[in-house]
């Protein structure tokens, strides 16, 4: 399995990005993103299902939207209205239906004041 992600980078205050991810090797049923700032734990930014629920953290409700394309194991966030606050690592998460969960290599977002 492998996960290949892509878009992060640097932006500035108020600014957009849009963080993509593909998934190879099995067939999953739920993708997300999650996030870890400096000195903090990670967290759940947002995830998809394949049936197309959807759960965003608090902090990103509103500004954030995640799709997929299940045909291309393909998910998708885009971000909004970025503030310093959303500076981290990004990493790609993808579950399968046996609960096997895997994660990207992680691509850092840096959101400049």
């Known amino acids: 399995v492998q996960l290949q992600a892509s878009g992060g980078g640097l932006v500035q205050t108020g600014g957009s990005l849009r963080l993509s991810c593909t998934a190879s090797?099995?067939?999953?049923?739920?993708m997300g993103w999650y996030r870890q700032a400096p000195g903090k734990q990670r967290e759940l930014v947002a995830r998809?299902?394949?049936?197309?629920?959807?759960n965003y953290a608090d902090s990103v409700k509103g500004r954030s939207t995640i799709s997929s394309d299940n045909a291309k194991n393909t998910v998708y966030l885009q971000m909004n209205s970025l503030t310093p606050e959303d500076t981290g690592v990004y990493y790609c998460?993808?579950?399968?239906?046996?609960?096997?969960?895997?994660w990207g290599k992680g691509t850092q977002v840096t959101v400049s004041s």
């Open positions: 998460n993808a579950e399968r239906l046996d609960g096997m969960t895997y």
């Open positions: 090797g099995s067939t999953f049923v739920r």
């Open positions: 998809i299902t394949s049936g197309g629920s959807t």
